[in-house]
């Protein structure tokens, strides 16, 4: 259950490479007319035209996850305050096993089955997992919405099935791709990669549903590979509220073992 809420909070970014699957996606390549190719800054504005109008949402979802040892299915609740926190609930069978309370600047998490609690920061969690991590690449993960600020970087743009692919090209050794869709601009797939380390986390995010004040993906598949082993979460939306007054209730119980990363 540790693992499965760290894989939650983080976006599974404890991960590796897949050079075959990217290889094969990358070989279907359509012949685009020129005058049906956005730009990459085109494809970016357009993106950012589809506004999230929300103060809050609550998202009930079931979950499965998966590795090489075990599969779990639970349910979680994710409770998001725009821009100021994030709570998820982890239950089984009606009973809350872990909970994870993220804000800006900090990140606590606990977990019943074996007592132990963590409370840190970003930095400790970048530093451990070999990645940047932030509070809005969390939220971003989790809306369907890119996870870095899309209009902030530079990147080469192919087209291909329909769907616009944006390729970092900043040449850093952490390589993101960001797949859209190019008739709505929705977020389709992310893709992070860090070849040295061997990792690679990919969020697929395979329908959507369109509410007045947002457009929320309906699942959200995360794939994580790393060198031995691999992992899945797959999150199904099954009733999303928003604007409501909502309540983050979070206290670690009594007697669990810090965690402590160095």
Known sequence: MKRFLLFVIVGGFFSSLTL?????????VDVIKPETHLKSNNVIENYTNNKTNFS????????????????????????????????????FIGITMAKALITPTSVSYYEKINGSYFEGDF???????????????????????????LKNGKYMETLA????????ASGNNTKKSFFLDADK???KKQEITQTAEGRMIQVTYPNEVVYKEAILPSSVIINTFQKNSKSEINLEYNNVSFNEELSFPYSVPNGYKRILIK
């Open 20 to 28: 075959v699957s990217c290889k094969s996606k990358a070989a279907v």
């Open 56 to 91: 809050t949402v609550n998202i009930k979802s079931n979950v499965q996850y998966a590795d090489e040892k075990q599969t779990q299915n639970v349910t979680a609740e994710i409770k998001i305050k725009k821009d100021e926190q994030i709570l998820i609930s982890i239950r």
């Open 123 to 149: 930095s400790a969690l970048s530093q451990w997992l070999g990645t940047d991590l932030d509070f809005s690449k969390i939220q971003n993960m989790l809306l369907g919405r890119a996870i870095d600020e």
């Open 161 to 168: 099935d329909q769907t616009y692919k944006l390729e970092d």
């Open 185 to 187: 601009f929705f977020v």
